[in-house]
Nanobody, 116 residues
Framework: QVQLLESGGGLVQPGGSLRLSCVVS????????MGWYRQAPGKQRELVAR???????NYADPVKGRFTIAINNAENIVYLQMNSLKPEDTAVYYC??????????WGQGTQVTVAS
């Protein structure tokens, strides 16, 4: 059973940077893809960035060019580097491990607040 633990959230000023980490207990290689999602108050959870087991990445349009997803396979950690943060990036960020359409796993989330 894979478990995910996110960290790295916090309060940052607009234009600042944060790096989120997702520690994966269990084999990260068993997932077909790893992703970061976010959910702002009153909104649905949405995909932020995703990386497949083959290394392909995709990003939501609002974060393209600002966010980067990466995997450290040796340490079983998935990162989300977030630069040029905007107030609209404020949300709870969740790590996701995707195994199949009906089998995935979520972390507990980490709060990111972008405010001056």
């Amino acid at each position: 059973q894979v478990q995910l633990l996110e960290s790295g959230g916090g309060l940052v000023q607009p234009g600042g940077s944060l790096r989120l980490s997702c520690v994966v207990s269990g084999s990260i290689f068993s997932a077909n893809a790893m992703g970061w999602y976010r959910q702002a108050p009153g909104k649905q959870r949405e995909l932020v960035a995703r990386i497949t087991s083959g290394g392909s990445t995709n990003y939501a349009d609002p974060v393209k060019g600002r966010f980067t997803i990466a995997i450290n396979n040796a340490e079983n950690i998935v990162y989300l580097q977030m630069n040029s943060l905007k107030p609209e990036d404020t949300a709870v960020y969740y790590c996701n491990a995707f195994f199949s359409r009906y089998n995935d796993c979520w972390g507990q989330g980490t709060q990111v607040t972008v405010a001056s």
